[in-house]
């Protein structure tokens, strides 16, 4: 390859993670929720800003949105990446970028979500099968428990096992994701641990 070309490639590389990291900062939780006139979710219910809380403070059709929009974000930025004719790694690694920027949103004060939606989104786009397999862990335990927080959890503590036998190339950009996920659930694990952690409630019917 020409060096002329390995910058380029570089540069597009740079640019597209930084493209993630904005696209993943957009909080649809938080403008979901300003758009219906529901009470900031940082503030309310959970304090976090992800599909969950909005479905305690809000209704079930603002939960929808913040799901659909938390997953597109993940989905998105890999997408362009294989466009644009970028290694499969380099694609991880902008979804990687967008579930960053929405644990830490440059828009609203770093203050983001704890990512399930997101890095559920960049699972299915990567690979599909182990999506499907994350996700029926997910509604297994969340369905036995109803503990939204310990089926994250569950589900992302197997994820990069998962990702290990179905698609071995991508197993150390899920095993980062997956670390840091559980590192934002740390709250809840101590909850967990002390058995303090709140079960998931429907809302109030408008």
Excluded at 35 to 53: K, V
Excluded at 131 to 151: C, E
Excluded at 184 to 206: A, M
Aim: glycine share 8%.
């Amino acid at each position: 390859m020409h060096p002329g070309d390995c910058v380029l490639e570089s540069l597009l590389a740079i640019v597209l993670w930084i493209f993630s990291y904005l696209l993943g900062s957009i909080s649809a939780a938080i403008l979901v929720c300003r758009l219906f006139g529901f009470a900031d979710p940082r503030s309310e219910g959970s304090h976090n800003p992800g599909a969950t809380n909005v479905l305690r403070v809000g209704n079930t059709f603002a939960a929808a949105l913040t799901l659909v929009g938390d997953v597109a974000k993940g989905v998105v930025p890999v997408i362009i990446a294989r466009r644009l004719g970028m290694p499969e790694s380099m694609a991880a690694l902008c979804g990687f970028c967008a579930f960053l920027g929405h644990l830490y949103p440059v828009y609203f004060d770093f203050r983001g979500g704890k990512g399930v939606a997101t890095a559920m989104g960049v699972l299915a786009i990567l690979h599909w099968p182990s999506m499907l397999v994350v996700g029926a862990i997910w509604l297994l335990v969340f369905f036995s428990t109803r503990f939204s927080s310990l089926a994250s959890i569950a589900a992302f503590f197997l994820a990069p096992l998962i990702m290990l036998i179905t698609h071995p190339e991508l197993f150390h950009p899920i095993l980062v994701l997956s670390l840091m996920l559980l590192f934002r659930h740390r709250h809840n694990i101590l909850l967990l641990i002390k058995g303090q952690e709140q079960g998931f409630r429907l809302p109030p019917k408008d």
